[in-house]
């Protein structure tokens, strides 16, 4: 069971870096991400000022909903989880972990910091970064500063307006690893940034919001003793500044657990 918490911790601290990047009542279920896809690219070497703005608007956002669908694929081994909740900046997550029969929630409030599993919440280290935006902002600001050229593609519907779409490829050490992957038996850090390709980042910003809505990634790690591990992602941005939608609730076991003073 320590194991499983350790993952999970892992996976949510994985999201807040900015590597993952991503319905938030605690429970068994599986998130639905209403996103769409860019296919074409439409113009080579656009300007970056778009979504440099976009992403500027973004980190000013306290509250929204995040849903974060990942792909690890080793050969014909594939696994997949989704990542989803509610933050609310600057100390509040209410967040769940999904993979396969398994659900692990997380409450955040302040310094105070809950994991559940199987029906019980334990104490655990709080994070003390839950802004998902800001590793997308500075995998656009190093990319932007060194001078990596920005494609923009098709127009896509994702959620609930049409996104202008924007993709860079940038070497892997540009965004910190996802924790799950550095943990890895036979890894380290170094060894997967000296042999993972680059890391391509599409960008969908939303035309009448002006918020980051989507962001999609795609990479290739070479880990020691397991070979070629591909990674896709999904994150999902909604309900963004609108409190009403996107509303922040401790979750109902913890109150009950709390109340019987079983923690």
């Not at 296919?39 to 000013?60: C, F, H, M, R």
Request: proline share 4%.
């Amino acid at each position: 069971m320590k194991v499983r918490h350790r993952w999970a911790t892992s996976v949510l601290i994985s999201v807040f870096c900015g590597s993952l990047l991503a319905g938030c009542a605690p429970g068994v279920q599986t998130a639905s991400i209403a996103s769409g896809t860019a296919t074409t690219v439409t113009q080579k070497n656009v300007d970056w000022t778009p979504l440099l703005n976009a992403i500027t608007k973004s980190e000013g956002a306290t509250l929204y909903r995040l849903q974060s669908s990942v792909s690890i694929q080793n050969g014909s081994l594939k696994t997949s989880y989704t990542v989803y909740g509610t933050i609310q900046l600057p100390d509040t997550i209410n967040m769940q972990v999904h993979e396969n029969n398994f659900n692990i929630g997380m409450y955040q409030q302040g310094q105070v910091a809950y994991q559940e599993d199987n029906g019980t919440w334990i104490k655990m280290q709080p994070l003390q970064n839950l802004d998902a935006y800001q590793g997308y902002a500075d995998v656009i600001e190093q990319a932007m500063k060194q001078g990596y050229k920005l494609d923009e593609m098709n127009q896509t519907y994702v959620m609930d307006e049409y996104c202008n779409v924007y993709r860079v490829t940038v070497p892997n050490g540009m965004a910190p690893l996802p924790a799950f992957l550095a943990d890895a038996v036979g890894s380290s850090a170094k060894t997967l940034n000296d042999t993972a390709s680059g890391v391509e980042y599409v960008f969908y910003v939303g035309q009448t919001s002006g918020y980051l809505r989507q962001v999609q990634t795609q990479s290739v790690n070479m880990v020691n003793n397991v070979g070629p591990m591909l990674t896709s992602t999904t994150t999902l941005f909604s309900a963004i500044d609108q409190p009403t939608v996107a509303q922040m609730q401790i979750p109902s076991t913890l109150v009950q657990q709390l109340e019987r003073g079983a923690n």
